[in-house]
């Protein structure tokens, strides 16, 4: 009788031990989160940096300092070490399709040459009023990219350039789809077809000493 008792005490052990492994294999798992790390060179004037790329690592949730990666929203620093972070570089993003959302720092001024292509997940983007200039290329391949936010007219019309506009896509200036656009006298020069995905736009006041090139271009631009 004791030796049977003595062999089910074993195979209770025995089982108990053999369920043990799985679940703390699951406990691990569930710890376990993706850690990004973004990649950052000088820039040419010496005295910011340039986000250049990314790294994603697979740690574990307590030995990882997670603060700019969560569910796909990637938030860019406003500066690394002492110094600003001041542009996104050439092909920095390219690819990921994974991401959904980019917060950007007040400072940055430049988006570069397919700096976040083929970011299929990517469906909206503010821009900061810092920003001077979005390479044609930028969102190529982001055929989701609805939504493009401006602060305000004059930061939108100053822009050197603007990606490529995908069929659906829509500016929105200080959150709003804009149906009159009074361009202040600080503008004097505006980019050929700027306008171009402004649906809702029925009339633009020119306040401004604005060139003859200019205003062909925004008549174009209405009655098209």
């Known amino acids: 009788m004791k030796k049977i008792i003595s062999s089910i005490l074993s195979l209770v052990l025995l089982v108990g031990i053999c369920f ?37 690592k697979y740690t ?31 092909n920095a993003f390219n690819g990921w399709g994974f991401l959904t959302s980019v917060v950007l720092p007040d400072n940055l001024t430049e988006i570069g040459y397919r700096a976040f292509a083929y970011c299929s997940s990517l469906t909206e983007i503010t821009f900061p009023k810092s920003i001077k200039l979005v390479d044609e290329s930028a969102f190529d391949g982001c055929d989701f990219l609805m939504k493009l936010y401006m602060p305000d007219v004059e930061t939108f019309c100053n822009l050197e350039s603007m990606p490529y506009a995908t069929e659906f896509m829509q500016i929105y200036i200080d959150g709003e789809l804009p149906e009159v656009i009074e361009i202040p006298e600080t503008v004097s020069t505006i980019r050929e077809a700027a306008f171009a995905n402004f649906s809702s736009l029925k009339k633009i006041v020119v306040c401004g000493n604005i060139d003859f090139l200019t205003i062909k271009a925004l008549a174009d631009t209405l009655f098209s």
């Open 20 to 56: 043990s492994v799985p679940v703390t294999a699951n406990a691990a798992d569930l710890d376990s989160i993706y850690d990004l790390q973004l990649e950052y060179t000088l820039a040419d004037d010496g005295y910011s940096y340039v986000v250049s790329g990314y790294e994603i």
């Open 60 to 90: 574990t949730g307590d030995e990882s300092e997670i603060s700019t990666f969560n569910n796909g929203v990637v938030e860019i620093p406003e500066k690394f070490g002492a110094l600003p972070v001041t542009a996104i570089g050439d």
